[in-house]
């Protein structure tokens, strides 16, 4: 692991190094992200409601 820091240090500089090792250790919401080719996302909405899940929905940027 340690040579990986020393190539992210040389690539990115120290200061943006400790910002990713910060933002790696921050815990990843939840989400799903839906192949509306395959499937509608209210379809899919309804069928995971129907299993019990909670969803809502975040708004892309």
Known sequence: MQYM????????????????LEANERPLIPSIRV????IGVDKLKKRLDSKGFILETIERE
């Open 5 to 20: 820091i020393e190539r992210y240090i040389d690539f990115l500089g120290l200061e943006e190094t400790l910002q990713l």
């Open 35 to 38: 192949n509306t080719l395959k």
